[in-house]
């Protein structure tokens, strides 16, 4: 199986910045898709953005475009979500995703990997 073990969250002011880090151990799926998605209480799991682990390509909902930015580190097992400009309504929790298609890489249930979760609290 693959673990993942994310970290990063916190409680900050609007327009700060978070860095998140999911570290994968365990089984690796050459060619596969991690992401990150988060859930606010009462919502779905709501897709945030996703890379493609060979070549790199990245994919944002419009929600966070031009605020957030995912990369990938391959010898460290690692992806991460820079979080910039953040806003009150970021507030959720942010779970590391892993085993995805890039076909569909927003939709939760094609991901059979997850993290539990760290949380994301953003104060106005």
């Known amino acids: 199986q693959v673990q993942l073990a994310e970290s990063g969250g916190g409680l900050v002011q609007a327009g700060d910045s978070l860095r998140l880090s999911c570290a994968a151990s365990?089984?690796?799926?050459?060619?596969?898709?991690m992401g990150w998605f988060r859930q606010a209480p009462g919502k779905e799991r709501e897709f945030v953005t996703a890379?493609?682990?060979?070549?790199?390509?990245?994919y944002y909902a419009d929600s966070v475009k031009g605020r957030f930015t995912i990369s990938r580190d391959h010898a460290e097992n690692t992806v991460y979500l820079q979080m910039n400009s953040l806003k009150p309504e970021d507030t959720a929790v942010y779970y590391c995703?892993?085993?995805?298609?890039?076909?569909?890489?927003?939709?939760?249930?094609?991901?059979?990997?997850w993290g539990q979760g760290t949380q994301v609290t953003v104060s106005s």
């Open positions: 995703t892993a085993g995805g298609h890039p076909t569909f890489y927003d939709h939760a249930g094609f991901y059979p990997y």
């Open positions: 365990g089984r690796t799926f050459n060619g596969g898709v």
């Open positions: 890379i493609t682990w060979s070549a790199g390509s990245t």
